[in-house]
């Protein structure tokens, strides 16, 4: 595998097809599951792995900052009460099976990811959000006009995810989707909730939800898309009731009940995927994650038009301290044509695509646009969480030791794509998690962003 890196401030590229995650670990397989696994011959995945002293930060900015909440913090405290009652179990077995056959749909073929997932490769027109009664009987849209700006000759074929490193890749006609399994619904909080946010009345201010985050945001205009290079690591996440990400999110609606997301990037989330592998995700809601969207594929909500990408999937490789650094390209765009939004990886690869009826305010444009990385502190034993964003290093660290956003740029109402003017940024507890933004001719609008958690700085 051909992969691009940075180091010591240059584009650089090596050969590294047997390479496997430092912290890839054997997990036990089913043997019930692992009966009947095929695997193709090999093909390579397309992808491409591709840097202010914060002003008064407005009150919508803080606002969505809690509402962005990617789990429910569940205390082992609270669940350590609960009784014990039979027929409430087997209501909630029951309950699971029904939504592990709405969600699990008939596989032409499975693989086995070395870190113990199965993908399923299902015919493209039967995913779940062929089930939404406005797509039932429809089959993936075409490929959208892409946005002005955009460099195809930067393309770089790359295998980027560990299920597919060994060349296994799903038939034509059909897509990779990452099979949930029993014990990833019991972890979640209850059946109805798995693969969802957790709704709540929600704070103006950050200090004691629970979440913590150091963004750099665009607000002030109307938005069509936004582009961003993600530099992915492996943070620790110290017990299931955290996570560690890093995203866009794509943002309009007034911050109430209404609120539209569309949102993508790489988390850590040992609740959702029952491990702490960097994990390629998607997210949507049309009102502020009461009732409406899911991660990845786990509702009816985007559609997938890739054969070759799994969402939800282990990435691979990560960036090392003082090591080679890796990163993904994301860009989001709404469709001038239908209005859709699409999701493409790296220069080309496209994802997939949001119908523009899930949302109410993003079938226009967006208000604001953000990215950074978000954290849930538990405080367990009464401390900070000593769980790590980004590389668990602080923005001063620079580059090679600090993670980092690059290249950031906005989707105009032209369909063009244009650099920030007016990036801000915001790290609600910067003795934990910090940021420091700037600009150059190589990186553009950038900035780098995290930190450890728990320090002497942050008890």
């Not at 990408?309 to 691979?316: E, H, K, M, N, W």
Request: charged share 15%.
């Amino acid at each position: 595998m051909v992969v691009v890196c940075w180091k010591s401030n240059r584009l650089c590229y090596f050969d590294d097809t047997r390479r496997q995650l430092p912290h890839q670990r054997k997990q036990q397989r089913d043997s019930t599951q692992e009966t009947g696994q095929e695997n193709f011959t090999a093909a390579m995945a397309s992808s491409s792995w591709s840097m202010i002293s914060s002003p008064i930060i407005p009150l919508l900015v803080c606002f969505l900052l809690v509402s962005s909440s990617i789990c429910q913090v569940v205390h082992a405290s609270e669940m350590a009460n609960q009784t014990f009652n039979p027929e409430q179990q087997l209501k909630k077995l029951k309950n699971m099976k029904v939504r592990l056959r709405r969600i699990n749909k008939p596989a032409l073929k499975t693989f086995q990811s070395p870190d113990g997932d199965l993908i399923d490769c299902v015919h493209s027109h039967h995913q779940p959000a062929f089930d939404h009664p406005r797509l039932k009987g429809q089959k993936p849209l075409d490929p959208p006009e892409r946005p002005k700006g955009l460099n195809p000759t930067s393309m770089i074929h790359e295998n980027f995810q560990l299920w597919s490193l060994s060349g296994n890749i799903c038939p034509d006609g059909t897509i990779p989707i990452r099979r949930t399994r029993e014990q990833d619904v019991l972890r979640a909080s209850s059946v109805r909730r798995y693969g969802r946010k957790s709704p709540r009345h929600v704070r103006r201010d950050t200090s004691s939800n629970g979440h913590e985050h150091a963004v750099g945001y665009v607000s002030g205009d109307q938005y069509y898309g936004a582009k961003a290079s993600i530099n992915v690591w492996a943070p620790k996440v110290v017990n299931q009731y955290e996570f560690s990400l890093s995203q866009m999110w794509v943002i309009s609606g007034s911050f109430g009940d209404d609120l539209n997301t569309i949102e993508a990037g790489w988390q850590v989330s040992p609740e959702l995927y029952g491990d702490n592998y960097p994990r390629f995700f998607t997210y949507w809601t049309s009102d502020a994650y009461q009732a409406t969207g899911c991660y990845n594929l786990l509702c009816s909500g985007f559609v997938q038009t890739n054969s070759r990408i799994a969402i939800g999937a282990a990435i691979s490789p990560t960036s090392g301290y003082n090591g080679g650094q890796f990163d993904i390209s994301l860009l989001i765009w709404k469709d001038p044509k239908h209005g859709n939004w699409w999701l493409e990886f790296g220069n080309g690869v496209l994802v997939g695509y949001w119908p523009s009826f899930l949302f109410t305010h993003l079938q226009n444009h967006a208000s604001m646009v953000q990215f950074g990385g978000e954290v849930v502190n538990s405080r367990p034993s009464g401390s900070h969480t000593a769980t790590q964003m980004g590389s668990g290093h602080f923005a001063g660290e620079g580059f090679g030791k600090a993670s980092y956003f690059r290249n950031l740029q906005v989707v105009d109402w032209d369909n063009s794509l244009i650099p920030l003017s007016n990036l801000k940024v915001l790290a609600d507890h910067p003795n934990c998690y910090d940021i420091q933004g700037g600009i150059n001719n190589f990186w553009g609008n950038y900035f780098y962003y995290g930190g450890p958690g728990r320090n002497v700085r942050c008890p």
